[in-house]
């Protein structure tokens, strides 16, 4: 079963408008990370938050973590057409090494 | 990343057939991963394997099997394809030292007929 669930399911922006999606996930955790996905091909690691952070950056991207919800926030600003893509939250479990992810975010930036 | 290779890239079969994938990595990573990806549904680990001895199952094997060949190559069988094993088959690879930060491998797209 999948540990992590983003919401929303999809998101439609306009280019230069912040895009915001959240991750809600069950177990305690090591870290979380955030993925991108473009259309048909691998993953690619965006940023990694430790249990014990409530908040990183990375260029354009923030997340947040609040360990008492369950639950991270990636954020990316300034949004382009490039961003367009999918966005995976993945959760490494405080007494596993194996990462479980959701099932993503679908953003579409529009020029 | 072009770090991690998939071959082949794209496959159509049939019902029946022994079908095999393979991964090869330059990273030096000694942690190697297969998924499948279903729409709306993510990543689901079938199997993995933190050393070239060690092989473990994940959430959804039956029907699966792998090989470590070399810290390098990682493959996955499908010993007689049936037609809900037609997906999106990703391979990844990470380092114990870095959280676990996972790469992944462009990605092969399996039908069965």
């Known amino acids: 079963s999948q540990q992590g669930e983003e919401d929303p399911q999809a998101l439609s922006i306009q280019e230069g408008e912040n895009a915001t999606m959240n991750c809600s996930y069950k177990?305690?955790?090591?870290?979380l990370q955030w993925y991108r996905q473009n259309s048909g091909r691998g993953l690619v690691h965006l940023i990694l938050?430790?249990?014990?952070?409530r908040e990183k950056h990375s260029g354009r991207l923030r997340v947040t973590l609040d360990t008492s919800k369950k639950s991270s926030s990636l954020l990316i600003t300034a949004s382009r057409a490039a961003d367009t893509a999918s966005y995976f939250c993945?959760?490494?479990?405080?007494?596993?090494?194996?990462?479980?992810f959701g099932a993503g975010t679908t953003v579409t930036v529009r020029a | 990343d072009a770090d991690v290779t998939q071959t082949p890239r794209n496959r159509i079969t049939k019902t029946g057939k022994r079908i095999m994938l393979e991964c090869s990595q330059t990273?030096?990573?000694?942690?190697m991963y297969w998924y499948r990806q279903d729409p709306g549904l993510g990543l689901r680990l079938i199997y993995y394997?933190?050393?070239?001895?060690?092989?473990n199952k994940g959430e959804i094997s039956d029907g699966y099997s792998v090989s470590r060949q070399a810290q390098a190559k990682f493959s996955l069988s499908l010993e007689s394809a049936i037609p809900n094993q037609t997906a999106l088959y990703f391979c990844?690879?990470?380092?114990?030292?870095?959280?676990?930060?996972?790469?992944f491998g462009p990605g092969t797209r399996l039908t069965v007929l």
């Open positions: 990844a690879t990470s380092d114990q030292l870095r959280n676990n930060e996972q790469f």
């Open positions: 177990t305690s955790i090591n870290n």
């Open positions: 938050i430790r249990s014990n952070e």
């Open positions: 993945a959760t490494a479990p405080s007494n596993d090494y194996k990462l479980s």
């Open positions: 990273k030096g990573h000694d942690r």
């Open positions: 394997s933190f050393d070239v001895k060690d092989i």
